[in-house]
Structure formats: structure tokens, C-alpha cells
């Protein structure tokens, strides 16, 4: 899974569009899309991908693709199934693929025309209603063009790794630490009981928790112990002081207070909260 910021890739993936037109995505390395701008499909996709065999046809050909792109960690610019042109750009680190650009849905000015002839011929108004105005309204970009826009989200994939606004969610160390912190939340959890379960050096530890944990060990430990308090006050009935006392807090106060801090609100207002919904 991924972090994302939201915000400022909504701001850059918008951008994109008002300068070309051209809708853009991001995928995750499992090819699913999470964030896509504007939010539909140019109208002539969107109309058959309604139909289950060429919805099935455009899965298939985006995947063949994006599967050559993670293969060669290069951008793959081609024509789908149906002549439209796309391009797939990577994002990743030495980690390996974190995620995709992607944009497209367009064709290119030289055979734009012969393109749309063809697609008329294939697509009949008695099975999809209006994709014969929707094959006019596809965007064409000139080849210049093109090449222009795939130039931009090279520089765009390479913008959004170096300021960090996709990231792996976490480590698989710190997936397997977030298991260990869980099993033990009632317990006083230090560095060494850490290193001992992992038989993993301090120095090493302290490198892995300063690039993937963006705080201290102790205050993560602490978010981790309010984190699974919220998940209780949710989904159980126990008395706060009880759930206090099963995430690490021996002091009500000391409790009451961390919780606040990370979550805004009390720990009753929070359970009053989540009760209403």
C-alpha cells in the first residue's frame, strides 16, 4: 500500500489536464488505480467499457502494458487494442516499482481520422446509444504534442518520488514491528526488546525506524498504542480505563491526556462520536 498526499497530487494530476486534456492516473504497483483526474473516462471509454467483453479487452491490453513497463522500469507509449494512444511512465526506488503515471485516451493527428472511420465500424449506435458523437469527441493531439505531454510526466513521475508524495506505507520490518507492538501493548516495549525479537542491531534499527517512521521509537510506539485504544472504543464495550490499561497506560491521566494530544478529542468524545454513526 501506498501514502499518498492527496492534495498535492489532485493539484499537479489537475494541472496536467487543464494544460492537455488528457485525463491522468496513478496506479499502485498492484495496477489499481488510486487517484485518477477528472474522474471519468473520456465518454467514448467510458461507454464501452459498460460492455463486459470490451471493458474485459481494455483491462487486459492496459495490463500487458503496464507489465512491460514494470519489467523494464522505462515508459511504454503505445496504441491500445482500439488506437487510442497511452503511456505508462514507472515511479520507484531501489526498492523496486512503487507506482504508475499513466494518461492517454487520445488520438494521434495523422490517423485520427482513419482511426475514427474504423472505430464507427465496430461500434454501432443500436449497441452502444451515442458512441457515434463519442468517437468525434475523442482528443487529438498532434504527434509533436504527444511527445510533449509524455516528456511532462517523466518530469512529473520523477517529482512526485523526490518529494515523497507517494511512499511505501511501510517496511515489512515495520509490519512485522507493528505485530510485535500489538501482541504487547499491555507490556512497557523498549528498543531492546525490539532489537532482541528481531536480533537486529540498535544502530541498524534506529536507521530503518528514522527512514520509514518519520518520528522517535517511543513516540511511535505511543501512536501505535492510541491507534489499536481507538479501534477498541469503536468496536468494543469496555470501560476507557480498561482499554487505558490494555494498550500500556497504567495512569488514567497520563492516558487522557496522550490520547487528546494525537486525536483532538477525548477518548469519551470519541467513543460518543463513533456510536452516532
Not at 44 to 57: A, M, P, R, V
Not at 121 to 148: H, L, M, R, W, Y
Not at 154 to 176: C, D, G, K, M, V
Not at 245 to 252: C, P, S, W
Amino acid at each position: 500500500m501506498l501514502n499518498i498526499n492527496v492534495a498535492n497530487l489532485n493539484k499537479i494530476f489537475r494541472d496536467f489536464y487543464t494544460l492537455t486534456n488528457i485525463r491522468i492516473v496513478l496506479l499502485n504497483k498492484e495496477k489499481e488505480i488510486v487517484m485518477e483526474y477528472p474522474s471519468t473516462k473520456n465518454t467514448f471509454c467510458n461507454l464501452i467499457s459498460k460492455n463486459e467483453y470490451w471493458d474485459k479487452k481494455c483491462e487486459n491490453c492496459d495490463r500487458t502494458n503496464v507489465d512491460l513497463c514494470a519489467r523494464t522500469k522505462n515508459s511504454s507509449t503505445y496504441k491500445c487494442h482500439l488506437g487510442l494512444a497511452e503511456t505508462i511512465v514507472p515511479i520507484y526506488d531501489n526498492n523496486g516499482i512503487l507506482g504508475y503515471v499513466m494518461f492517454g485516451q487520445v488520438l494521434i493527428e495523422d490517423t485520427a481520422e482513419k482511426t475514427k472511420k474504423w472505430l464507427k465500424s465496430q461500434f454501432s449506435e443500436a449497441d452502444f446509444e451515442g458512441i457515434t458523437d463519442s468517437i468525434e469527441n475523442i482528443p487529438v493531439k498532434s504527434a509533436n504534442e504527444f511527445e510533449a505531454c509524455v516528456t511532462i510526466s517523466q518530469a512529473l513521475a520523477t517529482y512526485i518520488f523526490t518529494n515523497q508524495w507517494i511512499a511505501p506505507q511501510t517496511s515489512e520490518f515495520i509490519r512485522h514491528m507493528d505485530k510485535f507492538i500489538e501482541n504487547n501493548l499491555s507490556q512497557n516495549i523498549t528498543v531492546d526488546d525490539i532489537c532482541n525479537e528481531f536480533h537486529i542491531r540498535r544502530t541498524r534499527f534506529y536507521n530503518i525506524a528514522k527512514e520509514c517512521l518519520g518520528c522517535s521509537i517511543a513516540s511511535y510506539i505511543r501512536k501505535q498504542r492510541i491507534h489499536h485504544a481507538c479501534r477498541m472504543l469503536r468496536e468494543t464495550d469496555e470501560s476507557i480505563s480498561q482499554i487505558a490499561e490494555k494498550v500500556g497506560f497504567l495512569d488514567y491521566g497520563h492516558f487522557s491526556r496522550v490520547f487528546r494530544q494525537l486525536q483532538g478529542i477525548s477518548a469519551t468524545n470519541y467513543r460518543k462520536l463513533y456510536q452516532n454513526k
